[in-house]
């Protein structure tokens, strides 16, 4: 399994600070998951904030956490591994 690039406290919750159950991919859908795996674009999470609290407080299923979620995926990348259109080449479109 790829480590995180994102960070490095691999067992905190990157969203609250609890010990961590799971891992978030930053960016998600339509294979894209696999993608960032491999690019390390993932952070620790407890399953509370990743799909199993109220909606208003967790990542998944709620539209603007999702997408700023993938924004961030990209910011990172960008910041890290390549270019805006290297990122697009890769992930099939830029949420930038
Ligand atoms: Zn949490
Ligand atoms: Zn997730």
Known sequence: ????????????CFFCGRPAE????????????????????KVPSCNNCH????????????QMAERLSKMLGQAIYEGKIGSREDFRTRYGKSYL
């Open 1 to 12: 399994m790829r480590k995180s690039i994102v960070t490095d406290y691999d067992n905190i």
């Open 22 to 41: 799971c891992e978030h991919h930053l960016i998600f859908g339509r294979g894209r998951r696999k993608l960032a795996e491999e690019d390390g674009l």
């Open 51 to 62: 799909n199993m609290g109220q909606i208003i407080g967790r990542i998944h299923d709620n």
